[in-house]
């Protein structure tokens, strides 16, 4: 098994082929279609964790010891802006692309696929990463 992470941008990556905005609605149905893709990933057990962030964030970094935190930002780059993350623990690299796949269906306006660019990342590991 190998582990890998999907991630999902707000902004950054290429653009999508049926990128548009989303009423309540139709933003519902889509993440619906995403709790019930990790529902079938539970069960097949091939689902290790997922979550949505919020797209307000703060860059901190050491200043030296006993000095205090330093913050920036949020001044993130867009590419660096994820808007959720599933990790996913899989027999194949092309397992993880299949899935890749299917989450990048999920609905968007007018129910129809986004067809978003989803970033398929595996895990670090002492094996070396199951990309070809």
């Not at 097949?44 to 797209?55: C, F, I, K």
């Not at 935190?69 to 299949?98: C, H, N, Q």
Request: proline share 10%; net charge negative.
């Amino acid at each position: 098994m190998a582990k890998y992470l999907l991630l999902k941008h707000y902004r950054g990556a290429p653009t999508a082929p049926n990128e548009a905005s989303m009423n309540p609605q139709e933003f519902d149905a889509h993440v619906r279609y995403m709790e019930e893709f990790a529902d079938r990933l539970k069960e097949s057990g091939e689902y290790v964790d997922s979550q949505a962030l919020s797209p307000e964030g703060t860059f901190v970094r050491s200043d030296g010891p006993g000095k205090p935190p330093v913050t920036d930002g949020p001044f993130a780059e867009t590419k660096d802006l994820i808007a959720g993350w599933m990790a996913i623990d899989v027999d194949s690299y092309e397992r993880a692309l299949e899935l890749a796949g299917e989450l990048s269906a999920a609905p968007g306006a007018g129910g129809e696929p986004i067809q978003e660019w989803l970033e398929l990342r595996p895990f670090w590991t002492d094996q070396p990463p199951t990309i070809e």
